[in-house]
């Protein structure tokens, strides 16, 4: 029996195969795509990714009070939690703060500390000009220049930061402080306020969705049933905003909502309101939510009609000709198909709101803060840490956020344009 021809593996024109040659375009074909798309990684991780790490990094590193004292960090790093704070304690705590005099760090190593333990600045500074003049008994003699140097939490505090690492940023970030055993507990009633921020930010965050959604949903509809040369109109109304300065806007709003501005004169002459009696609009909760609302209201809009005007008409019609009601229509035919941009617009609008910094600066005063307001202000004091701890639960909750979203919804639905 002949035996069966010999089948030759395909070849290209230059006489390579086939199979190798594909394998090698493919290569090719892979590092070009990702040279054209390297500048824009580069710029995504140095100007994203990058400073996210370095905030998380920050929110636990302080090296203020370690780098300052190496004496009493030695000492610590030889005595287990819950020894004796004895004579050799204050002596290496001497040590450190004659150190500390000499090269004029006191206060850094103080400032570290008073993150957790209040007024421990001024304590360091003052005690710090006295040591090179303490004879023993040295654990007297420091205590007699302030007795909270005999306060065994301070010096629970002052473990803690004798590691350039701890947690200790954001223990204070949700309100607690240490104990003498190295444990926590919460603060004083009256000293809560970043738990209290976080809810009060994101409730209002949750109103200001609301609301949003409330005026966005009927003129998402209208835009996606009117002729096309209206919609277009009313897309243009949508948009306009984005044409002005956020500063302009939020101005605006200040000179419309003030007791002395445009809508109180207008309530007045109407004689809706007494002269005396202007409603107070601005520099409180009310006038962050009116103005962030306007200000969100488009990112509520445009997922809204991307998912309305590829809904057919056709549906409502069929339902109504089998006797439905206009409200049943609406209720199990219409809304169902918009769930995928109701929940696109409020992940959006929500998380803006949360983040939003300037508005709430600009409208809200003492009342209308949100926690993005602590978070500049403990930067412009410089306290990094503390900003970079917030900052890092806010970012958090936001990606708690985002998986809940994608366990109900599905990120694949989302549909923002």
């Not at 109180?264 to 609009?281: E, F, K, S």
Request: glycine residues 6%; aromatic residues 10%; proline residues 6%.
């Amino acid at each position: 029996m002949a035996d069966a021809p010999q089948t030759m593996p395909l070849q290209t024109a230059d006489g390579r195969p086939l199979k190798a040659a594909l394998a090698q375009a493919q290569v090719k074909a892979k590092r070009r795509a990702f040279l054209l798309v390297l500048p824009l990684l580069a710029f995504v991780v140095l100007s994203f990714v990058f400073p996210i790490f370095q905030m998380l990094e920050r929110s636990v590193f302080n090296d203020g009070f370690s780098a300052n004292t190496p004496s009493l960090t030695a000492w610590f790093s030889q005595h287990p939690q819950g020894a004796e704070i004895d004579e050799s304690a204050y002596a290496a705590l001497v040590a450190d703060l004659v150190t500390m005099q000499k090269a004029k760090t006191a206060g850094q190593a103080g400032t570290r500390i008073n993150y957790v333990y209040p007024g421990t600045i001024s304590v360091f500074k003052s005690t710090a000009r006295d040591a090179a003049k303490m004879v023993p008994p040295l654990k007297d003699a420091v205590i007699a220049t302030n007795p909270m140097w005999g306060d065994p939490v301070l010096w629970a505090a002052m473990r803690n930061a004798s590691h350039p690492y701890s947690t200790d940023f954001y223990m204070a970030a949700t309100d607690r402080k240490p104990t003498a055993d190295g444990g926590s507990e919460k603060v004083a009633p009256e000293q809560r306020i970043y738990i209290y921020l976080f809810i009060k930010t994101f409730i209002l965050s949750g109103v200001i969705t609301g609301l949003c959604l409330l005026l966005a949903f009927p003129i998402a509809h209208l835009m996606a049933v009117l002729p096309t040369a209206k919609s277009n109109l009313l897309m243009i109304l949508v948009l306009l905003p984005f044409w002005t300065s956020l500063l302009v806007r939020t101005t605006a709003w200040i000179a419309l909502l003030q007791e002395q501005g445009v809508i109180n004169d207008i309530l007045v002459t109407l004689g809706i309101l007494a002269d005396d009696g202007r409603v107070r609009m601005i520099y409180n909760q009310i006038g962050t939510i009116i103005v962030m609302t306007h200000i969100l209201l488009p990112f509520m809009v445009l997922p809204l009609y991307s998912v309305m005007r590829v809904i057919p008409p056709s549906y409502a019609r069929a339902a109504r000709s089998l006797g439905a009601t206009s409200w049943t229509t609406f209720r199990r035919i219409y809304l169902p198909q918009t769930l995928p941009g109701i929940a696109a617009g409020s992940l959006l609008v929500f998380i803006l709101a949360v983040g939003y910094y300037i508005t709430p600066a600009l409208v809200g005063g003492a009342d209308g803060q949100l926690i993005s307001n602590l978070i500049s202000f403990h930067m412009n004091k410089a306290n990094w840490s503390m900003a970079a701890a917030l900052a890092a639960i806010l970012l958090a909750a936001v990606l708690i956020l985002y998986w809940l979203y994608d366990q109900l919804i599905g990120i694949d639905r989302l549909k923002l344009g």
